[in-house]
T-cell receptor, first 112, second 112 residues
Framework: DTGVSQDPRHKITKRGQNVTFRCDPI?????LYWYRQTLGQGPEFLTY????????KSRLLSDRFSAERPKGSFSTLEIQRTEQGDSAMYLC??????????FGPGTRLTVL | GENVEQHPSTLSVQEGDSAVIKCTYS??????FPWYKQELGKGPQLIID?????GEKKDQRIAVTLNKTAKHFSLHITETQPEDSAVYFC???????????FGTGTRLKVLA
């Protein structure tokens, strides 16, 4: 399967812990996006990268959130000091230039 | 700010009937409008898209129409089948950015 992959698929953590998610985009895609989706809502944009450069960040991305794409390939999204309100599905997408965004299966985070 | 409204939130149709989902966007500079289908436990999958220089696009049983003046766009599914049952999201991409602003989704149920 050469689609977007995300790891882990599910994460349960206690409030106050740090969590890190990984996204592997489609291999030739230079753009990578992170979205957050809560139950019954559409995905909300968090941030995006062109190669290794983080070019746009949403106001939703508080200082507890950080994303990296160190070599322009895979990306990580870290949430520090998790809160119950961080519980959501975190979706990663990739695209070739401004083309179609292909989404991964998501990482479902539950903060207890 | 940028906003996309989507109606209805749920839609039930008999197999073989048509389904129509409508969206309205706020940013008149938006120039790209994708539609995604999301099945349970999976990431969104693009089913059709339309750019602002086109009024209508069709792909087999699926069509999308765009009214730039009214800032409306709609998804039309004809001859619905049980496998069309899913949540459908519209989105708009504001000019000058590569993020998508998603609607809140429509849960479509096709009754056999």
């Amino acid at each position: 399967d050469t689609g977007v992959s995300q790891d882990p698929r599910h994460k349960i953590t206690k409030r106050g812990q740090n969590v890190t998610f990984r996204c592997d985009p489609i291999s030739e895609h230079n753009r990578l996006y992170w979205y957050r989706q809560t139950l019954g809502q559409g995905p909300e944009f968090l941030t995006y990268f062109q190669n290794e450069a983080q070019l746009e960040k949403s106001r939703l991305l508080s200082d507890r959130f950080s994303a990296e794409r160190p070599k322009g390939s895979f990306s990580t999204l870290e949430i520090q000091r998790t809160e119950q309100g961080d519980s959501a599905m975190y979706l990663c997408a990739s695209s070739l230039e401004a083309g179609e965004q292909f989404f991964g299966p998501g990482t479902r985070l539950t903060v207890l | 700010g940028e906003n996309v409204e989507q109606h209805p939130s749920t839609l039930s149709v008999q197999e073989g009937d048509s389904a129509v989902i409508k969206c309205t966007y706020s940013d008149s500079a938006s120039n790209y409008f994708p539609w995604y289908k999301q099945e349970l436990g999976k990431g969104p999958q693009l089913i059709i898209d339309i750019r602002s220089n086109v009024g209508e696009k069709k792909d087999q049983r699926i069509a999308v129409t765009l009214n730039k003046t009214a800032k409306h766009f709609s998804l039309h599914i004809t001859e619905t089948q049980p496998e069309d049952s899913a949540v459908y999201f519209c989105a708009a991409s504001p000019q000058g950015t590569y993020k998508y602003i998603f609607g809140t989704g429509t849960r479509l149920k096709v009754l056999a």
